[in-house]
């Protein structure tokens, strides 16, 4: 599962990802943490994006993503180190990362085009 960050799902949702990306993409599942779609929201309250929550084709494209929850958990291991790189695509980095704070569970794909600290 790749778990997308705002940029790339803005991205793939309007058709602008290279074909190496497309092909990244295709292979998997997507999911977003719920703070994408606030910031989506916001993105398109300040003007920055033109897109609109309710519309039919953003609405299906969503109801495909799983969206992971903002828990307290979650919250406080925010303010933890953060994990190294692990690989990385020719555009998009990509990197491996524990998407349960406590560790038991999951671990995820990020995609990303911005370099991961």
């Given at each position: 599962m790749?778990?997308?960050?705002?940029?790339v799902?803005?991205?793939?949702?309007?058709?602008?990802l290279?074909?190496s990306?497309?092909?990244?993409?295709?292979?998997?599942r997507?999911?977003?943490?719920a703070?994408v779609?606030?910031?989506?929201?916001?993105?398109?309250?300040l003007g920055?994006?033109e897109?609109d929550?309710?519309?039919?084709?953003?609405?299906?494209?969503?109801?495909?993503?799983?969206l992971?929850p903002?828990?307290?958990?979650?919250?406080r291991?925010?303010n933890q180190?953060?994990?190294?790189r692990?690989?990385?695509?020719?555009?998009?980095?990509?990197?491996t990362?524990a998407a349960?704070?406590?560790?038991?569970v999951?671990?995820?794909?990020i995609?990303t085009r911005s370099?991961l600290?």
């Open positions: 790749l778990n997308l960050d705002t940029h799902l803005l991205q793939a949702v309007g058709g602008r290279s074909a990306e497309t092909r990244l993409l295709r292979n998997d997507w999911s977003i943490s703070i779609l606030w910031e989506v929201a916001k993105l398109a309250q920055r994006i897109l929550l309710d519309d039919a084709e953003v609405v299906r494209t969503l109801a495909r993503v799983h992971w903002i828990t307290r958990e979650i919250a291991a925010s180190p953060r994990p190294q692990t690989a990385r695509h020719p555009r998009s980095h990509v990197a990362v349960d704070p406590a560790r038991l999951k671990r995820l794909t995609a370099p600290a």
